[in-house]
């Protein structure tokens, strides 16, 4: 596989054992949701929800 660098980029697991998605967004927001649309609409959504760790507060 090859990877560009740059533009953003999305990483959805499923969680083994379960139908739960976890999604890692390009800014390193995480969210768990159990539908994919759901997922995707997260990620779309972006920013909107977002919660980058380590911004503070
Ligand atoms: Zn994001």
């Known amino acids: 596989m ?9 990483r959805v697991d499923w969680l083994p054992g379960t139908d739960v ?3 890692t967004c390009h800014c390193g927001a995480e969210h768990t ?8 609409e ?3 959504a ?7 760790r380590g911004n503070g507060s």
Do not use: F, S
């Open 33 to 40: 949701a159990e539908d994919p649309v759901a997922m995707w």
């Open 46 to 52: 972006h920013p909107e929800g977002h919660q980058p």
């Open 42 to 44: 997260w990620m779309l």
């Open 2 to 10: 090859t990877g560009p660098a740059t533009g953003e980029i999305y």
């Open 21 to 23: 998605l976890h999604g």
